[in-house]
Structure formats: C-alpha cells, structure tokens
C-alpha cells in the first residue's frame, strides 16, 4: 500500500498534509525519513512515524460523524449530498460506509466504518441495539405517551418494541431511546400519537455517545473505548 494512502486510510492526516509534513522530514518509515509518499509499505510490518507518533496499523477504521441537516445516508438516494462526501475520499476508497441510516433531516451520530461483521451486527434487528434521540415536537404530547412508547405502538405494519421516553417540561421535547430501526420509526411513533417531529438529533447508538465537542458536520476516529462499546453489543448476547 501506498504510504499517503495507509496514512489518509488511518485517518492521520489527508494526502495533502502528509505530503506537506514528509517534505519537511516529519515522516519516517521503519526508522528513515522518507519525502515521497509514493513509496509502499507493508502496513502490518512496516512502523510508520508520523510527526513523532506511531501509526497504529488496525484492519479496520471506525468514524464518528456528527451528521448535518440536508445529508442522506442511504446509498440509492440521490436527493442530497451522501453523508460519505463529509470525510476524506480515501474512507470510500476503503469501504467504508454508514452504519445505519438516518434521516435528511435528521442530525447527530453516525458510526461510519468497513467492519462489515460488527455493522451487520449492530443493524440486526434481533440484536435490539440501542439507539437514543433528543427530539422536539410541534404539540405537548398526550400523558400517557410514556406508557404507550413503553408497551408499543401499533404503526399499522407492525408494533413497535418497548421504548423509553423521557419528557421535558413542557412535554414538546425530551429523549427517546428504541432497540429497532425501522424507516422513518420515530416519527412514526409520534405520528401514531398525534404529534409531529420538528426535531431529530441522535445521541447515542450501541453505548457510544456523541462526542459534544464535534460541531456538525465534524468527524473524528473513534477512541479504542468506542470500538470496544460497539463490540460489546455483540459479545454479550
Ligand atoms: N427515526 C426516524 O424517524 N428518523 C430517523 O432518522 C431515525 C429514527
């Protein structure tokens, strides 16, 4: 592999600003400094240093994309930007992908990632991983919307599995948190209500939070932490 591809593949840095540090010495490849990038590397035996720190070779890469408004995450939808076009064109090139879809207009955490094992698995529905929302809505919702999220809703073609709702004051906002992902399930499940969603941030997804500091449209690679929550989700059942 190309040694501008292993970095940018690694989310180091792009091809751009590792070319712009290796002329000035700062890239170094089994001890020597190398100033063309060209070169190949074996990334599972060859130590790549890169502005004095060690480029940790892992066979697959794991994003945490805080989704803006207007993207769409599903590949055959051609009616906005993809979510993939927010990062380095090097994470498609290594297959990459959103794992689970969000909205257009919904916002907040995706996991983008090539391990499709682990994506396969967080999307199982048998899997029941969680995902929780903050959300606003246009109307107070009704005093029983708890019990009901909680028992399920019928949506007609089928009844969705025991949520958690958990309201703010005025009762037009607060957190839901669901095991399933269905198409547009959410709003569904407020619409079978008599509310609206106005508002859609997901916060959390398999025991991952979304990391306040990314503004939207901010990406970053996830933590060791992270990926081990993630996998988590698979171990324990
Ligand atoms: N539920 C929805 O209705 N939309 C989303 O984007 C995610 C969950």
Redesign the pocket.
């Known amino acids: 592999m190309r040694i501008d591809k292993f970095i940018s593949c690694t989310g180091t840095a792009s091809r751009r600003e590792a070319a712009a540090l290796a002329k000035k010495g700062g890239v170094t490849v089994n001890g020597e400094t190398v100033r063309d990038l060209s070169r190949h590397i074996d990334p599972e035996t060859d130590r790549v240093v890169y502005g004095g720190e060690t480029i940790v070779y892992r066979k697959y890469t794991y994003v945490m994309l805080n989704k803006p408004e207007g993207y769409v995450s599903a590949t055959d939808d051609r009616s906005a930007p993809f979510v993939m076009e927010l990062l380095p064109p090097e994470f498609s090139k290594a297959g990459m992908f959103p794992c689970g879809?969000?909205?257009k207009d919904?916002v907040g955490l995706m996991i983008i990632t090539n391990d499709g094992p682990l994506a396969h698995m967080l999307l199982h529905p048998k899997r029941h991983v969680s995902?929780t929302?903050r959300f606003s809505c246009e109307s107070a919702l009704i005093p029983e919307a708890e019990r009901k999220f909680e028992a399920g809703i019928d949506l007609g073609d089928f009844v969705s599995a025991g949520a958690r709702l958990v309201c703010g004051e005025n009762r037009m906002g607060g957190e839901v948190t669901?095991s399933e992902?269905k198409?547009?399930?959410?709003?569904?499940m407020f619409t079978a209500l008599g509310n609206r969603?106005t508002y859609?941030e997901?916060i959390s997804f398999g025991g991952v939070d979304l990391d306040p500091g990314l503004a939207r449209g901010e990406w970053r690679l996830c933590t060791d932490d992270e990926i081990a929550t993630l996998k988590a989700n698979f171990e324990a059942k």
């Open positions: 879809r969000l909205d919904t995902k929302y669901i992902g198409y547009h399930q959410i709003k569904r969603i859609l997901r």
